[in-house]
T-cell receptor, first 113, second 110 residues
Framework: KAGVTQTPRYLIKTRGQQVTLSCSPI?????VSWYQQTPGQGLQFLFE???????NKGNFPGRFSGRQFSNSRSEMNVSTLELGDSALYLC????????????FGPGTRLTVT | KNEVEQSPQNLTAQEGEFITINCSYS?????LHWLQQHPGGGIVSLFM???GKKKHGRLIATINIQEKHSSLHITASHPRDSAVYIC????????????FGEGTQLTVNP
């Protein structure tokens, strides 16, 4: 089985712009979670989608949003980018609603200038 | 506040040494994960535990639910083990969302 894929791998944006990141989970997995990793805050949970519904949300401003499609692929969007949004964005997929094992993608490194 | 604490933050060892990384958490969990992150960012899940002990090759993970503590051991360490090791938990009240420790930077010198 192919692993979790994320596109793009690297991205440079300017303050005020918006960005969309994509995550394709392992085939058959219906849950996708998104995480942000920064040197200052470490790894933090953004949100989780399961069967196209947001199941859980972390403590991030409304500029951060996401969605999941019927094929389980997920996108996250950040609007009005700030310098502090520069981070590694990771997604992880898991197989079932009651399965806790998560498989991480390689991440998208976003730099905001 | 639900917290995960890891120690040590940094660890330098000589090749062949036995290594232990510790993780403590504050309240009840559904599962505890040990993750490995190499430079470049990709995260690999090493173990998921809810009780007892697991072993995979030179890696051993244990958890004590009563003491809210887990350890990751690496036997016969090797320079390729150099990475950041991260403890993460799924709280009983928060579904599968993960809360992470700060990570342990391990460097194994030849």
């Amino acid at each position: 089985k192919a692993g979790v894929t994320q596109t793009p791998r690297y991205l440079i944006k300017t303050r005020g712009q918006q960005v969309t990141l994509s995550c394709s989970p392992i085939s058959g997995h219906r849950s996708v979670s998104w995480y942000q990793q920064t040197p200052g805050q470490g790894l933090q949970f953004l949100f989780e989608y399961f069967s196209e519904t947001q199941r859980n949300k972390g403590n991030f401003p409304g500029r951060f949003s996401g969605r999941q499609f019927s094929n389980s692929r997920s996108e996250m969007n950040v609007s009005t980018l700030e310098l502090g949004d520069s981070a590694l964005y990771l997604c992880a997929s898991r197989g079932g609603r009651f399965s806790y094992e998560q498989y991480f993608g390689p991440g998208t490194r976003l730099t905001v200038t | 506040k639900n917290e995960v604490e890891q120690s040590p933050q940094n660890l330098t060892a000589q090749e062949g040494e036995f290594i232990t990384i510790n993780c403590s958490y504050s309240v009840g969990i559904s599962a505890l994960h040990w993750l490995q992150q190499h430079p470049g960012g990709g995260i690999v899940s090493l173990f998921m535990l809810s009780s007892g002990k697991k072993k995979h090759g030179r890696l051993i993970a244990t958890i004590n639910i009563q003491e809210k503590h887990s350890s990751l051991h690496i036997t016969a360490s090797h320079p390729r083990d150099s990475a950041v090791y991260i403890c993460a938990v799924s709280w009983e009240t928060s579904g599968s969302r993960l809360t992470f420790g700060e990570g342990t930077q391990l460097t194994v010198n030849p």
